[in-house]
């Protein structure tokens, strides 16, 4: 087994002394200012793959470790994947996997800093569907995605193990959770839109699928990002006000739609990354992701007799919420019509209010 294998005059990683598979993570360019675990040298993935599997029949590396230069929850739901390939992987070559930081900002990434005694594949997990040879397959470019589902195990530890317990603000989860992606879900953006808003109903429709399964909802948080904004990034500033009609006018309608029910808008000053993920992740009925990466991962942390619902994007999130519809009993699909970004920014106000109001079902699916 070679120390470290290298592109250019970069090594991608280190096999320290005591074994440990040592790979640096962190692209300093680019807008995020290094808050990421994006690979430092071009197809670590593919060299760490090599090394692992060269490694079963010798077993000098005894763990794998990734550190990160600076956690932060720039771009979260892009970042989280890497992680849990890197997990994934170590799981699949049957040793143990670590997590640090060099330096970071309060948040999710920080929280998921970790250090395992040993790897715990599920006693049902089906290593015929997924083992290291097909975790080092290359699907084009986007292993990370299958990793996740495959994986998902590993995401509910972390939000239910490490991320909840790490704050003291959610005490007890509400029956039903929605994720609402506003502010930069408004943008203009080149290609064909991505994100949006959806009518008021189709919140409604799912919820009371909830009900159904689930018996009366009398509890209903609404999560979102800060109206304020001193607390929100530049580039959502024009969009707070917008922002705040639009969640304002959700609570009225699941007001009328669910009268037994406390509804709540979630995202005051002592709201943050981790007590949005742990407000869903906890929830007792339902829990809701739309048209964002942020929520996929503590939608799909639920409980086994909660119910997870997912949006069937073409655009965000791929593989993994379809496959975990298809594999796990209690993750749903979903499907309403958009009203996306671009249609967004040459709308007024009343015309955004005139979507969202619009009762009419047409268009919403469950899978």
Known sequence: LRLWRS???????????????????????GRSLGQNVQEKVTDTRKLMCADLLADREEKKITRLHVEAEVCGDFSLGNMIPYIFSFNLAAHLADVPFTFSCVDSYPGIMATMQKKEVAPFLPSDFDKEAYNLEKFCEDHAGSGRFHDVAYG?????????????????????????????????????????????????????????RAEEEKGEIRSISIVTDSFDTSKVRTIDREFTDLSRIVADDLRRQLKVDFPNAEVSIDNDNNETTVTSYTRLAKAKKIAVCGASTFCPFPVMSVEDDVLGFMYDSKYLNRFYPQYLAEHKDNMHLWDAPLLGSNEISESTIDQVLEFLRDKSAAGISMM
């Open 152 to 208: 998902q195990y590993l995401v509910a530890d972390a939000i239910q193990n490490q991320i909840a317990p790490s704050q003291n603000v959610v005490t007890e989860g509400d029956d039903a959770v929605i994720h609402v992606r506003l502010n930069d879900a408004f943008q203009k953006i080149i290609f064909k839109s991505q994100r949006g808003l959806f009518p008021h109903v189709a919140y409604t429709t799912l919820l009371k």
């Open 7 to 29: 592109l250019g005059s970069e090594e991608y990683g280190v096999v320290l002394p005591d074994g440990t598979l040592f790979i640096p993570a962190g692209n300093s360019k």
